[in-house]
Nanobody
Framework: QVQLVESGGGLVQAGGSLRLSCAAS????????MGWYRQAPGKQRELVAA???????NYADSVKGRFTISRDNAKNTVYLQMNSLKPDETAVYYC??????????????????WGQGTQVTVSS
């Protein structure tokens, strides 16, 4: 029904940059908040950044000034530009979105949706 697909992860040296993308697909009516989370091995999943449908943003203190979240509502896509990456930011990064969509019966429904995750590895 609704799917989020992330891309852009990979291996980068400390101090380097990566840009993650997450595209939503399905019978989408509207997407409310979108966000990026990450989960390192042995740790809980944590919020990295979030953005509302009107463009208001929120960042974890640890990434302020280095990461930038943005979205293209026409493409149902959210981005995360990550600069000055640190080794301890190695994690699987997940996209999340609150999606309003049409069900198979053509009724509107709301679903909090997660992507499959993309690995980001920062080497020292």
């Amino acid at each position: 029904q609704v799917q989020l697909v992330e891309s852009g992860g990979g291996l980068v040296q400390a101090g380097g940059s990566l840009r993650l993308s997450c595209a939503a697909s399905g019978r989408i009516i509207r997407i409310n908040a979108m966000g990026w989370y990450r989960q390192a091995p042995g740790k809980q999943r944590e919020l990295v950044a979030a953005i509302t449908s009107s463009g208001s943003t929120n960042y974890a203190d640890s990434v302020k000034g280095r990461f930038t979240i943005s979205r293209d509502n026409a493409k149902n896509t959210v981005y995360l530009q990550m600069n000055s990456l640190k080794p301890d930011e190695t994690a699987v990064y997940y996209c999340n979105a609150e999606v309003i969509y049409y069900t198979a019966g053509d009724y509107p429904a709301t679903k909090n949706t997660w992507g499959q995750g993309t690995q980001v590895t920062v080497s020292s």
